[in-house]
């Protein structure tokens, strides 16, 4: 299948993890991609791997998706050198998890800037662009601890339920220009953001999952190409759980 022949699409934190992961999904159906992350050797890497598999299909960026005024210039570079955007996938996120009672005001910012704002900051800098484009798509990836909440995550599960509420509000302002725009919450994945929990807290995850186990950064990819493909074009303001069963 070549759902995006045609088509340039940008992942933000694409370095890694499931964005990296999406980025090789579209790239493998014909995307032109842009691979962003802060870090120019992850991105840099990424793009490597993805163009190793389809040749001349993906372009490192490195940007900081909190930083206003350079979202700003990336959205020039990419429209110069990859052409008018049509999916914009919001996949940048960090963690800085704490109990409340020890969080700091570091910890809130830094969370709710790269998560939150920085979905702002890309949807303000391709709005336009998107707005003609054919098939127009943004996709944010939020998480279920966005719609049920998790301690020792209020900052980050603020800012998912925030990337919720801005992905419908986005959804009724641009959808009479037919762009649509979706979440996808996913559950616990493997990637290097879970490596981080101990083997007693993924036993106690895995507990509440009814299909018992995480999920693969693939799962979450072919979820995501489904909501950016042409099929996805009647569906808007969603938001969809790939968590096996975690928050049926
Ligand atoms: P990951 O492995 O930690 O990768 C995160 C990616 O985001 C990296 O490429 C990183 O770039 C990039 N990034 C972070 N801050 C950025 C910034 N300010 N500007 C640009 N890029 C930035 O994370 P993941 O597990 O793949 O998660 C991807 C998304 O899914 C996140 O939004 C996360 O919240 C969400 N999610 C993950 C899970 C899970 O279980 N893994 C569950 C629910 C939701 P650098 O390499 O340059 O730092």
């Not at 999406?22 to 993805?50: D, N, P, Q, T, Y």
């Not at 919720?164 to 979706?182: D, M, P, Q």
């Amino acid at each position: 299948m070549q759902r995006f022949a045609n088509k340039t699409a940008v992942v933000t934190g694409g370095g890694r993890g499931i964005g990296q992961e999406i980025a090789r999904k579209l790239a493998s159906e014909g995307a032109k991609v842009a691979v962003v992350s802060r870090s120019a050797a992850s991105c840099g890497k990424a793009a490597e791997e993805i163009n190793a598999a389809f040749p001349g299909s993906a372009t490192a960026f490195a940007v900081d998706v909190a930083d206003h005024e350079a979202v700003q210039e990336l959205a020039k570079r990419i429209n110069d050198e990859l052409g008018p955007v049509n999916i914009l996938i919001n996949n940048a996120g960090v963690t800085r998890d704490g109990l409340l009672m020890r969080m700091k005001e570091e910890d809130w910012d830094t969370v709710l800037d790269t998560n939150l704002k920085g979905a702002f900051n890309t949807v303000k800098a391709f709005m336009r662009v998107l707005m003609k484009a054919e098939d127009p798509r943004i996709i944010n990836i939020a998480s279920v601890v966005g719609l049920i909440g998790n301690a020792g995550q209020a900052n980050y599960s603020a800012s998912k339920a925030g990337l919720i509420g801005f992905t419908k509000a986005v959804a009724r302002e641009l959808s009479g220009r037919k762009v649509t725009c979706n979440a996808v919450a996913p559950g616990f994945t493997k990637t290097d953001m879970t490596d981080e929990l101990t083997d007693a807290q993924k036993s106690a995850v895995i507990g509440n999952i009814p299909l018992g186990t995480f999920g693969e950064t693939q799962d979450i990819a072919e979820a995501v190409a489904f909501l950016a493909s042409p099929a996805a074009r009647y569906i808007t303001g969603q938001v969809l759980a790939v968590d096996g069963g975690m928050t049926m």
